[in-house]
């Protein structure tokens, strides 16, 4: 017997517990043998392990569902615990236009067309590439892809890495232990995730190794079962790196592997384990490369020039 504190995260309690504690009532009958005691955000839960895994992907459902539909009816309160309500949900997910529903039920979804293929190259394809400008969201849809996955229970887990290779920087030149060195450089793959997993949650799957970020290096060695598997930064991948990412593949995982050829950090630039895969891999069936152009930048306005410029130069200088 154990027991576990839950926080909600993102919405009001009484959208869970009901008015003087109704659904909550509800909640208690369905899981007699657990004692649950709630308290504001707080929900305390003691009981056998199995049970209270199940609590919490009940009580994770009834959240995602109200976030969702901004309405949980006492009907639907039942249906989604007997799990009558899942297929219903699953449809309903299916004919909206969101890939998942962040935090404060924040949509997201395919902005442009390039991320919109990207998305239906998914569905047919387990390894795909992504490449193209900073700022198209090439990494973003990837990562909203891989938590979808995750939350329909497509896959096991989710792995994030990236070549430890910076622009202009060595990581033994700076500060701290090894993970205070990475950190910083993963940064922008933490941040995505925080947008769509509450941050209490996402801890915990950090912790637990369900989500994993980590340098490219760590990969050596495994073979990747039941994984949804992004490689951010593709373009600083040495031949040989990208090839032993890529044959690290297992059963049942999907792999995007992103990157913009126009930013090789590697020297020389011809080195570059992308530049050769896009070159062997391509019309190869189950693989598919989705080009992003300055059409998809969704950042600031000023970087689709900032991008157009620098292209500019390079092609002035190739010639």
């Given at each position: 017997m154990i027991e576990k504190v839950i926080y909600l995260e993102g919405i009001e309690p009484?959208?869970?517990y009901g008015a003087k504690n109704t659904k909550l009532e509800i909640l208690k009958n369905f899981f007699p043998k657990l004692k649950i005691v709630a308290r504001g955000d707080e929900v305390k839960v003691k009981g056998e392990e199995n049970l209270i895994n199940e609590f919490e992907e009940k009580l994770q459902l009834l959240i995602e569902y109200f976030l969702k539909f901004k309405k949980l009816e006492n009907d639907e309160y039942e249906a989604l615990l007997r799990g009558d309500g899942i297929s219903l949900l699953k449809r309903k997910e299916e004919s909206d236009e969101a890939l998942v529903y962040g935090n404060n039920a924040k949509p997201i979804k395919a902005r442009t067309v390039?991320?919109?293929k990207l998305v239906d190259e998914y569905d047919t394809n387990d390894l795909l590439f992504a490449i193209g400008p900073a700022g198209s969201g090439k990494t973003y849809t990837a990562i909203a892809l891989a938590v979808r996955a995750?939350?329909?229970k497509e896959v096991k887990r989710i792995i994030l890495t990236r070549p430890a290779v910076e622009a202009g920087e060595n990581l033994g030149f700076l500060p701290g232990d090894l993970k205070e060195k990475l950190d910083p450089y993963l940064?922008?793959?933490y941040d995505a995730l925080k947008d769509m997993l509450p941050s209490r949650k996402l801890a915990e799957l950090i912790e637990d190794g369900i989500i994993e970020i980590a340098p490219l290096?760590?990969?050596r060695g495994r073979t990747l079962d039941n994984a949804f598997v992004i490689l951010d930064e593709a373009q600083n991948t040495t031949i040989n790196q990208l090839k032993m990412f890529l044959t690290r593949m297992g059963k049942n995982a999907k792999f995007i592997v992103n990157g913009d050829t126009t930013q090789i950090d590697l020297r020389p630039k011809h080195n570059s384990g992308l530049v050769q895969a896009l070159k062997i891999l391509k019309g190869i069936k189950g693989i598919s490369i989705v080009e992003?152009?300055?059409?998809?930048?969704?950042r600031h306005h000023l970087v689709k020039y900032i991008v157009d410029a620098y292209k500019k130069l390079d092609t002035?200088?190739?010639k």
């Open positions: 009484v959208n869970i390039n991320q919109q995750f939350k329909n940064r922008p793959l290096a760590y990969m992003f152009d300055e059409r998809d930048i969704i002035e200088e190739n």
